[in-house]
């Protein structure tokens, strides 16, 4: 069973409304992390946003924000005011335990910024 | 954020020849990691760089075809060996840092196609 799921290949939004990539996941471990990984057409992979499953409040990080919901076992990644910039692969991942680096990656989705 | 080099950025390389990735972290990184992007696909974890000693493979990778070197805390090697067309891909150098291993970066990554 794949651990993390993004259901959404391909997401369109309008520049400068809001919108949010869903991510949910499937761990036995109490202690868990979850990142969300932004990847541009060049091929990076920039860090956005991380969530520990300890944390009471959602997290945030500028324009990103993390909709958590532990016993839905949900990490949406939600951008507000989108921007051109913004269109890009994103993916989610998740640490469990104390397995140090190992993230496990799901399959992405790509989100394209309208004009 | 960290600050993660990769050398060369791409390279084109023929099959049955080996390929040397470098890793440049800055000096709060803790942990280094290799992962391997495959086209169109999600990021899997190759190995643990693990100063000093042999890297930690994840299952599927093995030393021979992917030996690791990380002689000191902020440089890492990883070689392709005897490439052929199913190694193309972009491996991505990690590092993790942060008090609760909350941060984990990822350098440009190496563009690798092999003919």
């Known amino acids: 069973a794949q651990k993390i799921t993004q259901t959404q290949p391909g997401m369109f939004v309008q520049e400068k409304e809001a919108v949010t990539l869903d991510c949910t996941y499937d761990?036995?471990?109490?202690?868990?992390?979850l990142f969300w990984y932004k990847q541009p057409s060049s091929g990076e992979m920039i860090f956005l946003i991380y969530q520990g499953s300890y944390d009471e409040q959602n997290a945030t990080e500028g324009r990103y924000s993390l909709n958590f919901q532990k016993a839905r076992k949900s990490a949406n990644l939600v951008i507000s005011a989108s921007q051109l910039g913004d269109s890009a692969m994103y993916f989610c991942?998740?640490?469990?335990?104390?397995?140090?680096?190992?993230?496990?990656f799901g399959q992405g989705t790509e989100l394209s910024v309208k004009p | 954020s960290a600050v993660i080099s990769q050398k060369p950025s791409r390279d084109i390389c023929q099959r049955g020849t080996s390929l040397t990735i470098q890793c440049q972290v800055d000096s709060q990184v803790t942990m280094m990691f290799w992962y391997r992007q495959q086209p169109g696909q999600s990021l899997t974890l190759i190995a643990t760089a693990n100063q000093g000693s042999e890297a930690t493979y994840e299952s599927g990778f093995v030393i021979d075809k992917f030996p690791i070197s990380r002689p000191n805390l902020t440089f890492s090697t990883l070689t392709v060996s005897n490439m052929s067309p199913e190694d193309s891909s972009i491996y991505l150098c990690?590092?993790?840092?942060?008090?609760?291993?909350?941060?984990?970066?990822f350098g440009p990554g190496t563009r690798l196609t092999v003919l």
């Open positions: 990690s590092g993790l840092r942060g008090r609760f291993y909350n941060e984990q970066f």
């Open positions: 761990t036995s471990d109490q202690s868990y992390g």
């Open positions: 991942a998740m640490r469990e335990g104390n397995q140090g680096g190992k993230l496990i």
